[in-house]
């Protein structure tokens, strides 16, 4: 394959997985396979997509914005937490491989799924967001470890983001993906800086894919909002189906 005809699929792929992350998430189980098909070694496939993630949560954050969207600064307390794990699991993605990963994260999925699923569903009415005192502190304390496997990897954090700020601080979907893309653009600027540290980013392809995934997001962020929560559920179940056979099977 050309190397145009590549990086064409990297931003087409880009402009995808923007909308995704930004609505749901797991598009990184789709960006890594396709950069390491370009031929990224797995630890720079990694590292790279990070700069697309940058690009993307920032693009999104401006699109929830836009639509007056924000839940400041809460985002921010659990964005500080998250750096000082994606510190933590970036350095561990610099030296470890996870041969069965894949399977373990296949598994999480199912059990995501079944949540969403089975939990009994809150009533509009019912969602009084719980963001100060204890839950905060919790919250807080929860996201480090989120941000070292958002360190580490990153692929399918957002099903797990999306599902803790929804059922435990009961925050809508709408601004559970608001508050989901301002942590996530905090914590992978600090776990960038580490793969650029250790030289694990191809810049002419993360920028390529940064500018793919941006678009996207900007789209993605502005039909969260203007679809609403029962959308965002429906899209959310199915692409983490999707994800869980593909981590499975292939």
Not at 139 to 149: E, K, P
Not at 156 to 171: P, Q, V, Y
Not at 191 to 217: C, H, S, T, Y
């Amino acid at each position: 394959m050309e190397e145009t005809t590549l990086y064409l699929l990297v931003l087409v792929a880009g402009v995808a997985v923007g909308i995704i992350n930004t609505i749901a998430g797991g598009g990184s189980l789709l960006t890594l396979p396709i950069l390491i098909f370009c031929g990224l070694p797995p630890s720079i496939a990694n590292g790279t997509n990070r700069v697309g993630i940058l690009l993307q949560t920032a693009m999104a954050t401006a699109g929830f914005k836009s639509k007056g969207v924000s839940t400041f600064p809460f985002n921010i307390y659990l964005g500080i937490s998250a750096i000082f794990g994606a510190i933590l699991g970036a350095n561990i993605a610099i030296d470890v491989k996870g041969e069965t990963f894949n399977k373990i994260l296949a598994i999480i999925m199912v059990i995501v799924v079944l949540i969403i699923i089975f939990k009994p569903k809150i009533k509009t009415s019912e969602l009084q967001e719980r963001l100060t005192g204890k839950h905060l502190w919790i919250g807080i304390t929860v996201f480090f470890f989120i941000g070292i496997y958002g360190g580490f990897v990153n692929a399918g954090i957002g099903f797990i983001i999306i599902i803790f700020l929804h059922f435990f601080h009961k925050m809508n979907l709408v601004r559970v993906n608001a508050t989901k893309v301002v942590i996530v653009f905090i914590y992978t600027l600090s776990a960038l800086i580490v793969f650029v540290f250790n030289d694990k980013v191809d810049w002419k392809v993360g920028l390529i894919l940064a500018a793919g995934n941006g678009i996207g997001a900007w789209f993605g962020s502005r039909l969260s909002v203007k679809k609403g929560d029962n959308f965002i559920k429906s899209f959310l179940v199915v692409m983490i189906i999707i994800m869980s056979v593909k981590l499975w099977f292939f």
